[in-house]
């Protein structure tokens, strides 16, 4: 199979720095592996998440110099220009891309191409929506990694959510913040890991088994048949701050 990056928003592209910026990075997804203490904590943590697979997890590499083609295109002497993204092999092999992938886009844009912008009051901000929602009953959770500017700029903003959530408890309000859905982030602030039933595994599903009519409920049949009523949940709010 054979997937490929669209710009939505064509306006804001690339330069040249922040290209050879973001060929280097994804360079290195061939150093990416998960640890041991990583491993004993997701057996901790996500229950639901069977041996087999965390053994596939543990063996799991990426290959980006065979999987992965990326070239950078400027007309005339411009210097921003159009990113072309291709990843080609096993879904398996390549739908982990995804995300680390988009983030580092995101970054890649607001490190070189956007630079306007700085810290500042980036956690405050986070905990004064963090106070809103939930005095307000909302329940939420950080979905953010995919657009952030950085890993940064989502710490902060998890450390601000992460404070009105202590608040809110404290206080009793209505609301809530059920977590991230950053693993990383969620072990590091010690808050749940938590996301949502990613729509490429219903176009995975559809593809596979060539019915597109029915592939939304099959794919929840074998969801729910892996992991159960007790990982299917729905929330009300997300909040994508970053």
């Not at 990843?87 to 890649?108: F, H, Q």
């Amino acid at each position: 199979m054979s997937y490929s990056f669209t710009n939505r928003t064509s306006h804001l592209k690339l330069n040249r720095e922040a290209y050879d910026w973001l060929k280097g990075q994804v360079s290195r997804f061939a150093d990416i592996y998960l640890t041991e203490e990583e491993s004993i904590y997701l057996t901790k943590t996500c229950p639901y998440f069977t041996s087999e697979y965390l053994s596939y997890l543990r063996n799991f590499r990426f290959y980006p110099d065979k999987q992965i083609k990326l070239d950078f295109r400027a007309e005339g002497g411009d210097t921003h220009g159009d990113l072309n993204l291709e990843i080609r092999g096993k879904w398996i092999d390549t739908i982990l891309y995804e995300v680390p992938l988009l983030s580092l886009i995101s970054e890649a844009y607001f490190k070189f191409s956007d630079t306007d912008w700085t810290y500042d009051g980036q956690e405050e901000k986070a905990y004064e929506k963090g106070i809103s929602l939930t005095e307000n009953g909302c329940n939420f959770s950080e979905f953010g990694t995919r657009r952030r500017r950085d890993l940064h700029a989502q710490e902060l903003v998890i450390k601000g959510l992460n404070a009105a959530n202590t608040k809110a408890k404290a206080g009793k309000y209505p609301g809530a913040m059920l977590g991230t859905s950053n693993v990383y982030l969620a072990k590091k602030f010690q808050i749940p890991p938590i996301g949502t039933v990613a729509h490429e595994w219903f176009m995975g599903v559809a593809a596979i088994t060539n019915d597109y009519i029915n592939a939304n409920e099959n794919a929840m049949r074998y969801w729910m048949g892996t992991y159960g009523k007790g990982v299917c949940k729905t929330y009300l709010f997300a909040v994508d701050m970053i």
